[in-house]
């Protein structure tokens, strides 16, 4: 018997059926690592640019910091400068005010010696040293002041004191005397000495009075004695 032959027919592979797997695989892999990159690349002057930001607003807060420093400089010598000026300008107000004083103290002796001459006076009086303080209750003031004889061996002096209080009272102006001010103590002064004789008492301002002046009359009883009638600005003590 003849032997068969098995004839077995070649597999035919088809070039590139695993590989078209690779190649696809590699693609994506390549893509991928492009976009892993690319976004690596981004963060980078993302980073970057954000750090230029950040380096930006320090030198800004670093300027600003130093206009605040100056301003501030700059307000620590403007405020010692307005309190020099402040304090020249007290300075000032208080020498023409103690030059002022000292005229009007002029004038009024030369008043005196004017008077004392026309009316044939022998003894001049005068007032002085006023001085007004505030009380532990509200409106009261404590004063205090001196009359003496400018003439030297001129005797005795008697007479009375009155006081009163000259500013502004519902919106007008009016002189009130001591005596009538309720709370004032005393009403008035009597006044005896040879050389001199010191006042005090207590004036009680009502609410509805603003004071501007206090006057001192002074209303002799003894013989060639003149009359006299002071006017003090109301000024209180520190």
Same mark, same amino acid.
């Given at each position: 018997?003849?032997?068969?032959?098995?004839?077995?027919?070649? #597999?035919?592979?088809?070039?590139?059926?695993? @590989?078209?797997?690779?190649?696809? !695989?590699?693609?994506?892999?390549?893509?991928?690592? $492009? $976009?892993?990159?690319?976004?690596?690349?981004?963060?980078?002057?993302?980073?970057?640019?954000?750090?230029?930001?950040?380096?930006?607003?320090?030198?800004?807060? !670093?300027?600003?910091?130093?206009?605040?420093?100056?301003?501030?400089?700059?307000?620590?010598?403007? @405020?010692?400068?307005?309190?020099?000026?402040?304090?020249?300008?007290?300075?000032?107000?208080?020498?023409?005010? @103690?030059?002022?004083?000292?005229?009007?103290?002029?004038?009024?002796?030369?008043?005196?010696?004017?008077?004392?001459? /026309?009316?044939?006076?022998?003894?001049?009086?005068?007032?002085?040293?006023?001085?007004? $303080?505030? %009380?532990?209750?509200? @409106? #009261?003031?404590?004063?205090?002041?001196?009359?003496?004889?400018?003439?030297?061996?001129?005797?005795?002096?008697?007479?009375?004191?009155?006081? #009163?209080?000259?500013?502004?009272?519902?919106?007008?102006? $009016? !002189?009130?005397?001591?005596?009538?001010?309720?709370? /004032?103590?005393?009403?008035?002064? #009597?006044?005896?000495?040879?050389?001199?004789?010191?006042?005090?008492?207590?004036?009680?301002?009502? /609410?509805?009075?603003?004071?501007?002046?206090?006057?001192?009359?002074?209303?002799?009883? %003894?013989?060639?004695?003149?009359?006299? !009638?002071?006017?003090?600005?109301?000024? %209180?003590?520190?």
């Amino acid at each position: 018997m003849g032997h068969r032959r098995h004839v077995v027919s070649p #597999k035919i592979v088809v070039p590139g059926g695993g @590989g078209v797997y690779v190649f696809v !695989t590699l693609l994506v892999l390549i893509a991928i690592g $492009a $976009a892993f990159y690319g976004g690596m690349m981004l963060d980078d002057r993302e980073q970057a640019a954000q750090e230029r930001r950040v380096a930006a607003f320090a030198q800004e807060r !670093t300027a600003l910091a130093e206009q605040i420093d100056e301003l501030r400089q700059q307000n620590i010598i403007l @405020g010692r400068t307005q309190q020099i000026d402040r304090e020249a300008n007290r300075n000032a107000r208080e020498q023409l005010k @103690g030059a002022q004083n000292e005229r009007l103290a002029l004038e009024k002796e030369v008043s005196f010696l004017r008077r004392l001459i /026309s009316e044939g006076g022998g003894g001049i009086l005068q007032v002085k040293g006023l001085e007004l $303080a505030e %009380t532990d209750e509200e @409106g #009261k003031f404590a004063y205090s002041f001196t009359v003496s004889q400018l003439i030297q061996d001129f005797g005795l002096s008697e007479g009375d004191v009155e006081i #009163k209080i000259v500013g502004e009272q519902d919106g007008k102006e $009016a !002189t009130v005397p001591l005596a009538k001010l309720s709370g /004032s103590e005393p009403k008035g002064h #009597k006044m005896r000495f040879k050389h001199f004789q010191n006042f005090e008492g207590e004036i009680k301002v009502p /609410s509805d009075l603003e004071p501007a002046s206090l006057i001192v009359e002074v209303k002799p009883k %003894t013989k060639k004695l003149i009359p006299i !009638t002071e006017t003090f600005a109301w000024e %209180t003590g520190d």
